[in-house]
T-cell receptor, first 112, second 116 residues
Framework: DAKTTQPPSMDCAEGRAANLPCNHSTISGNEYVYWYRQIHSQGPQYIIHGLKNNETNEMASLIITEDRKSSTLILPHATLRDTAVYYC?????????????FGTGTQLKVEL | GAVVSQHPSWVICKSGTSVKIECRSLDFQATTMFWYRQFPKQSLMLMAT?????????EQGVEKDKFLINHASLTLSTLTVTSAHPEDSSFYIC????????????FGPGTRLTVL
C-alpha cells in the first residue's frame, strides 16, 4: 500500500469547514484513498473513500487531485464532536488482504 | 451500518494472568477479522489476522504463543493475552470486513487492558 503524509494537527472553529490534506504521491492506479477517524478511546470509524472522482456522503466530501497524488477531506460544518484523529489510508479496493496500515494521522481539534 | 462489538470494554488484571477479549460481528458474517493494538498517543498497529477455521496470521514481532487467537465461528474471534505483564497494557481493537464490492472494514469499540 502507498504511504501517506498528513499534518500532525489542525484546529478548526466550530461551524466552519475543516479541510484535512493528505499526500500520497506514490499511489498506484488501482489504489483507493480511504479516510477513517478515531475519536478518543473509541474504535476507528469509516468516513469516505474514492478512486479519482470527488465523492460526497452524509459525513464529508473527498476531493482528489487530478494526478491523484494528494487529496483533501472536507467536513463542511465542523462540530465539537468532530474532534478526533483522522487517518488517510491508500489501498487496493476490497482485496489485498483487507488489512489497513494506519499512519500517524491528523489530530483535528474543533473549538468554540 | 454494520456493527462490531467487543467484550469486555475494559479489564484490569494482575500480572501473570490471562485475559480473553471477544470480537463479534453482529449483523454480518466475517471469515476474516483483524486485531490491532494501540498504545497511548500512538497509531493503531496490526497484530494479527484472524481466519475462521484456520490458524491466525501474525505480524512480524508479535508473539503467537502470547497472543492466542481463535476464530471459531463466522461471527466471533477471540484474543487471549496469556501471562499478561504491565507492558501488555494497551487498547486492543478488532475489525471485520463486511464483504461485497467495497469489503469495507468495521471496527469494534476497543478493549482497554490494564495489567497491574
Amino acid at each position: 500500500d502507498a504511504k501517506t503524509t498528513q499534518p500532525p494537527s489542525m484546529d478548526c472553529a466550530e461551524g466552519r469547514a475543516a479541510n484535512l490534506p493528505c499526500n500520497h504521491s506514490t499511489i498506484s492506479g488501482n489504489e483507493y484513498v480511504y479516510w477513517y477517524r478515531q475519536i478518543h478511546s473509541q474504535g476507528p470509524q469509516y468516513i469516505i473513500h474514492g478512486l479519482k472522482n470527488n465523492e460526497t456522503n452524509e459525513m464529508a466530501s473527498l476531493i482528489i487531485t487530478e494526478d491523484r497524488k494528494s487529496s483533501t477531506l472536507i467536513l463542511p460544518h465542523a462540530t465539537l464532536r468532530d474532534t478526533a484523529v483522522y487517518y488517510c489510508i491508500v489501498r487496493v479496493e476490497g482485496g489485498g488482504g483487507n488489512k489497513l496500515t494506519f499512519g500517524t494521522g491528523t489530530q483535528l481539534k474543533v473549538e468554540l | 451500518g454494520a456493527v462490531v462489538s467487543q467484550h469486555p470494554s475494559w479489564v484490569i488484571c494482575k500480572s501473570g494472568t490471562s485475559v480473553k477479549i471477544e470480537c463479534r460481528s453482529l449483523d454480518f458474517q466475517a471469515t476474516t477479522m483483524f486485531w490491532y493494538r494501540q498504545f497511548p498517543k500512538q497509531s493503531l498497529m496490526l497484530m494479527a489476522t484472524s481466519n475462521e477455521g484456520s490458524k491466525a496470521t501474525y505480524e512480524q514481532g508479535v508473539e503467537k504463543d502470547k497472543f492466542l487467537i481463535n476464530h471459531a465461528s463466522l461471527t466471533l474471534s477471540t484474543l487471549t493475552v496469556t501471562s499478561a505483564h504491565p507492558e501488555d497494557s494497551s487498547f486492543y481493537i478488532c475489525s471485520a470486513p463486511r464483504g461485497g464490492r467495497y469489503n469495507e472494514q468495521f471496527f469494534g469499540p476497543g478493549t482497554r487492558l490494564t495489567v497491574l
